[in-house]
């Protein structure tokens, strides 16, 4: 996959929401009003003014309010970009989020754009019900069914992975909820002692406790598999610029983004995925995983993320250390934005200079991006 490491990709701002539990207190919100508030705050933070954004890209899968087909362009205006800037918003399912930040760093690198808008949302709550093959009539006696649109096309494939993977690597039902609850000490630390806060924006409410974690449990045929990511609303936003743009507009970087990779893996252990991005991101950017300094992988399931560990060889001391997507919630859209910007921060925090981000992705694929504290 095509990568110009010669052209400097530098992220000058990363912003999150919170994330809200499905049905919670960000339910109201549709998936644009909450990519609005994290790219406010990433304009806000970087110092970027939105007359020299030169692009806007946004991650969404679901689509689940009337406007969210048009999300990066809606964000885009209700920020001040100017009207001839042109939005695209991304779909590749929950690996979007690092999508958009791709896109931008291609557009960078080709010499399309200097200053991209990027970033990733969700409205999980807002998912609307469905009912299948009636518009054109119905037999008398057929049972019509209806299925939550945010979970109908889901449910069965993390079933079948969740099993496929767990066989594979051998992990118990004993080991699982052991890393389930060992997640959410980390969310904790981090709203009880600051370092959240560099890359939290303030909207409504932000829960001053972290409530133990729900074992969610797929039964297959004699199988039982705990620890499911959240359900959730939310939204993060970065702002990526050339090395030119630095310069021109006296900005401050955070961090460079070194290479990525996207692949394909087996559609059965799909959650495997991570493990051929990171393998090939970090081969391209001539670094291996000892020299990175943290490593975060989306948290689709507990088996999921402890397979990933295990092939990769992964330091647990590096590994998620603000807690994962099995405690802070997942918001299809917006994962892939939100860990790029917790690495970002951390990274700085901790006084690091590599990191590697990855995540899964329906259908059997892998998304992973290395990035370098500047």
Same mark, same amino acid.
């Given at each position: 996959?095509?990568?110009?490491?010669?052209?400097?990709?530098?992220?000058?701002?990363?912003?999150?929401?919170?994330?809200?539990?499905?049905?919670?207190?960000?339910?109201? +919100? $549709?998936?644009?009003?909450?990519?609005?508030?994290?790219?406010?705050?990433?304009?806000?933070?970087?110092?970027?003014?939105?007359?020299?954004?030169?692009?806007? #890209?946004?991650?969404?899968?679901?689509?689940? @309010?009337?406007?969210?087909?048009?999300?990066?362009?809606?964000?885009?205006?209700?920020? =001040?970009?100017?009207?001839?800037?042109?939005?695209?918003?991304?779909?590749?399912?929950?690996? $979007?989020?690092?999508?958009? #930040?791709?896109?931008?760093?291609?557009? #960078?690198?080709?010499?399309?754009?200097? %200053?991209?808008?990027?970033? =990733?949302?969700?409205?999980?709550?807002?998912?609307?019900?469905? %009912?299948?093959?009636?518009?054109?009539?119905?037999?008398?006696?057929?049972?019509?069914?209806? @299925?939550?649109?945010?979970?109908?096309?889901?449910?069965?494939?993390?079933?079948?992975?969740?099993?496929?993977?767990?066989?594979?690597?051998?992990? @118990?039902?004993?080991?699982?909820?052991?890393?389930?609850?060992?997640?959410?000490?980390?969310? +904790?630390?981090?709203?009880?002692?600051?370092?959240?806060?560099?890359?939290?924006?303030?909207? +409504?409410?932000?829960?001053?406790?972290?409530?133990?974690?729900?074992?969610?449990?797929?039964?297959?045929?004699?199988?039982?598999?705990?620890?499911?990511?959240?359900?959730?609303?939310?939204?993060?936003?970065?702002?990526?610029?050339?090395?030119?743009?630095?310069?021109?507009?006296?900005?401050?970087?955070?961090?460079?983004?070194?290479?990525?990779?996207?692949?394909?893996?087996?559609?059965?252990?799909?959650?495997? !995925?991570?493990?051929?991005?990171?393998?090939?991101?970090?081969?391209?950017?001539?670094? $291996?995983?000892?020299?990175?300094?943290?490593?975060?992988?989306?948290?689709?399931?507990?088996?999921?993320?402890?397979?990933?560990?295990?092939?990769?060889? &992964?330091?647990?001391?590096? $590994?998620?250390?603000?807690?994962?997507?099995?405690?802070?919630?997942?918001?299809?859209?917006?994962? =892939?934005?939100?860990?790029?910007?917790? &690495? %970002? +921060?951390?990274?700085?925090?901790?006084?690091?200079?590599?990191?590697? !981000?990855?995540?899964?992705?329906? !259908? =059997?694929?892998?998304?992973?991006?290395?990035?370098?504290?500047?």
């Amino acid at each position: 996959m095509f990568f110009c490491p010669t052209a400097g990709v530098f992220i000058v701002a990363a912003k999150r929401t919170p994330f809200g539990t499905y049905g919670g207190v960000l339910k109201d +919100h $549709s998936a644009t009003d909450l990519a609005e508030h994290a790219a406010k705050a990433a304009l806000a933070a970087g110092a970027v003014a939105p007359e020299i954004v030169n692009s806007v #890209i946004m991650g969404n899968v679901l689509q689940t @309010s009337a406007d969210a087909p048009y999300i990066a362009r809606h964000v885009g205006l209700r920020c =001040g970009v100017p009207i001839p800037v042109p939005a695209l918003t991304v779909n590749r399912l929950c690996g $979007s989020g690092f999508q958009s #930040i791709i896109n931008g760093a291609q557009e #960078i690198c080709l010499r399309e754009s200097d %200053v991209v808008l990027c970033g =990733g949302s969700e409205s999980m709550s807002q998912a609307p019900y469905a %009912v299948r093959n009636i518009r054109f009539g119905t037999k008398f006696g057929f049972d019509l069914k209806v @299925s939550l649109f945010s979970c109908e096309h889901y449910r069965p494939p993390y079933m079948q992975t969740c099993l496929f993977v767990r066989l594979q690597t051998s992990h @118990s039902t004993t080991v699982l909820p052991l890393w389930v609850f060992g997640s959410f000490p980390e969310v +904790h630390y981090l709203f009880h002692t600051g370092p959240i806060w560099s890359v939290l924006l303030l909207f +409504h409410r932000v829960p001053s406790t972290v409530k133990h974690p729900r074992l969610t449990q797929f039964f297959l045929p004699s199988q039982s598999l705990p620890g499911l990511q959240g359900v959730s609303d939310g939204a993060a936003a970065l702002v990526i610029t050339s090395e030119e743009a630095l310069k021109e507009h006296k900005l401050t970087p955070l961090a460079r983004v070194v290479a990525y990779h996207v692949s394909g893996c087996d559609p059965s252990i799909m959650g495997i !995925g991570p493990v051929p991005a990171v393998t090939e991101a970090l081969k391209k950017a001539g670094l $291996s995983l000892s020299d990175m300094d943290l490593v975060e992988v989306n948290e689709a399931f507990a088996p999921q993320y402890l397979a990933v560990a295990k092939a990769l060889g &992964l330091d647990p001391e590096k $590994s998620n250390v603000n807690g994962g997507a099995i405690a802070i919630g997942h918001p299809l859209g917006a994962s =892939g934005a939100r860990i790029t910007a917790h &690495l %970002v +921060h951390e990274l700085r925090r901790r006084g690091g200079k590599y990191a590697v !981000g990855s995540a899964c992705i329906g !259908g =059997g694929q892998g998304i992973a991006i290395v990035l370098e504290k500047c």
